[in-house]
């Protein structure tokens, strides 16, 4: 036990030694963390809007002043027909038109949106918000109750999503490249003749890892909580232990990858084709699974970040209880034991 620890500590100093890899491993988190908190955002905000209007009666000013006041629209300009107003989105001057009908102060409708349909997306979400705005007298969001989420925060979303990215690609790649690392170099085999136990070497190589993804879990939790302004609503001690699972899980992977890959170029490749775009594709982190055609929602449930992502967002936004969430802790559990037995069983072939 004692030198399985030394194995531990000396791998630990290795990493720490390495500043390049200390800036990716604690870098990357704050750098996606603060990009996707802030930079990227799907919130509506500051649309820029043009009145078409061909009167200027009591009853439309009052629509319009609800428009300008609320934080979803800036009224840019007013024209007298929709042909301006064409002209002026077209010319990237506007991002949509409110087209008032003449007789709307008599008959209280006749509203036509003309929106820059570019993103789908987000023109839905535009036109959504001005029916809203215009319906009610109140200038909200009509007849609409928002739960767990009541700012509409787009970063409510993306931190569950970077949580399981990050965790992903540190765990796992980090894990596999390590390995990697001592075949090319030719040091695994001096290793591997050492008093320690051979899987014990492999497992101490992973051991550091685990605990770097550990205070990566942490410096994102505080990150959501105090820069970005998201709720932990549920028990943290659920979520905690949901991460460590799913840390198991990656590192599991990680493992797996090592196992095959003989050089670190072939290691990261296989990083980023299993990794990287199915986690940004087809685990639920920027576009939603219900969306997608059947086939790609089939290969989407064998990617574990999905079911982690859900969980987390159960856990922290939601508040429920590890009764709700359990079927994704379940499933995180029997890929974790999986890819742990395939992963030591082939390193085992490979000793032998």
């Keep these: 036990m004692e030198q399985f620890i030394s194995f531990v500590i000396k791998e630990t100093k290795h990493i720490l030694r390495d500043k390049r890899t200390m800036l990716i491993l604690f870098g990357m988190p704050v750098v996606l963390m603060l990009l996707f908190g802030f930079a990227i955002s799907t919130d509506v905000r500051n649309v820029r809007t043009v009145v078409v209007t061909s009167q200027s009666d009591h009853l439309t000013q009052q629509v319009v002043d609800r428009l300008a006041q609320s934080e979803y629209f800036l009224i840019t300009a007013t024209v007298a027909t929709p042909q301006e107003a064409e002209r002026l989105i077209c010319s990237q001057k506007a991002d949509m038109a409110i087209v008032f009908a003449p007789d709307f102060a008599s008959t209280k409708s006749g509203v ?10 987000m023109s839905q979400q535009w036109t959504s918000y001005a029916q809203g705005v215009i319906a009610n007298p109140q200038g909200g ?60 070497v492999i497992v101490a190589k992973a051991v550091p890892y685990l605990m770097l993804a550990f205070v990566i879990l942490i410096t994102i939790l505080l990150m959501a909580r105090f820069v970005l302004g998201v709720p932990l609503v549920g028990s943290l001690f659920w979520i905690l232990a949901i991460s460590v699972l799913y840390i198991l899980l990656a590192l599991s992977l990680g493992l797996l990858i090592s196992s095959i890959a003989q050089t670190q170029l072939v290691a990261l490749l296989l990083s980023a084709m299993v990794l990287l775009m199915p ?40 508040g429920v209880g590890i009764a709700e969430v359990k079927q994704e802790a379940l499933v995180l559990l029997g890929m974790t034991a999986l890819l742990l037995t395939i992963a030591l069983k082939k390193f085992n072939t490979r000793l032998e």
């Design 112 to 121: 036509q949106f003309l929106v820059d349909g570019a993103d789908p997306n």
């Design 141 to 200: 969001l009509v007849n609409s109750k928002l739960l767990y989420n009541p700012q509409m925060k787009s970063a409510y979303n993306f931190v569950p999503a970077i949580m399981g990215m990050l965790l992903m690609l540190v765990c796992a790649m980090m894990t596999s490249i390590s390995i990697v690392k001592e075949k090319e170099r030719g040091t695994m085999e001096v290793l591997l003749v050492s008093p320690v136990r051979p899987l014990l």
């Design 279 to 318: 986690v940004v594709m087809l685990s639920g982190m920027m576009f939603p699974i219900e969306s997608m055609p059947d086939i790609l929602q089939w290969i989407s449930a064998v990617v574990p970040p999905r079911y982690y992502i859900q969980a987390m967002r159960k856990l922290m936004i939601m």
